[in-house]
């Protein structure tokens, strides 16, 4: 069965400082790969997705970036925080043909001090 | 451009009592899907139920069914008999065109369903 991993769950930085987020699917190949945010209490906001290795397209211009290194690994970035980055990033996989149920990782709490 | 409403922030509901959470829609696609999510406090999304726009009957799964009302662009999650464990965060999301092969969902801003003994 499909697993979908995300690290670190819990994470506290200073503003100006870099970021990484990590996501990994097991269980499946060539998925396509989503990273969503959520701020407080709103609904969630797509960020980047990816169809292939190396294949990133943005949604909204920020201060974030995605890497898609290996098949089934999703990485989200930043090289200095800002205070407004801080929200609930959660990352997401699914089949690789669209008409797919997205399914989401646990997510990572980030706060930007 | 396409977009999810959700008018009600929090609905509150008696144990073992049925609930409808309202979800609009706006596209001009002809085809298109609808999702439910749950997000409990934990902060998790799970699926709950799909409906796509040329099912012409409503989907159920379970305890949840969804009330796909084309005309009105209304699709309404109920949940029948709710327990305690259907408190959280309930989100109405569309898949956006043109999709490219992609489950890109647009999302509403959720409603926060609270139930009670």
């Known amino acids: 069965s499909q697993t979908i991993h995300q690290w670190p769950a819990t994470l506290v930085q200073p503003v100006g400082s870099p970021l990484s987020l990590e996501c990994t699917v097991e269980?499946?190949?060539?998925?396509?790969l989503y990273w969503y945010r959520q701020a407080a209490g709103r609904g969630l906001q797509l960020l980047f997705y990816?169809?292939?290795?190396?294949?990133i397209s943005s949604e909204v211009p920020q201060n974030l970036s995605a890497s898609r290194p290996q098949d089934r690994q999703f990485i989200l970035s930043s090289k200095k925080l800002l205070l407004s980055d801080s929200g609930f990033y959660l990352c997401?996989?699914?089949?690789?043909?669209?008409?797919?149920?997205?399914?989401f990782g646990a997510g990572s709490r980030l706060t930007v001090l | 451009a396409q977009k999810i409403t959700q008018t009600q922030p929090g609905m509150f509901v008696q144990e073992k009592e049925a609930v409808t959470l309202d979800c609009t829609y706006d596209?001009?696609?002809?085809?298109?899907?609808l999702f439910w999510y749950k997000q409990p406090s934990s902060g998790e999304m799970i699926f709950l139920i799909y409906?796509?726009?040329?099912?012409?009957q409503n989907a159920t799964e379970g305890r949840y069914s969804l009330n796909f009302q084309k005309a009105r662009k209304s699709a309404n999650l109920v949940i029948s008999a709710s327990q305690l464990g259907d408190s959280a965060m309930y989100f109405c999301a569309m898949r956006e065109a043109p999709s490219y092969n992609t489950d890109k969902l647009i999302f509403g801003t959720g409603t926060r369903l609270q139930v009670f003994p």
């Open positions: 409906q796509g726009s040329y099912d012409e």
């Open positions: 269980g499946t190949s060539n998925p396509n």
């Open positions: 596209t001009s696609d002809q085809s298109y899907g």
């Open positions: 990816s169809v292939g290795i190396g294949q």
């Open positions: 997401a996989w699914s089949g690789p043909s669209g008409a797919n149920v997205l399914t």
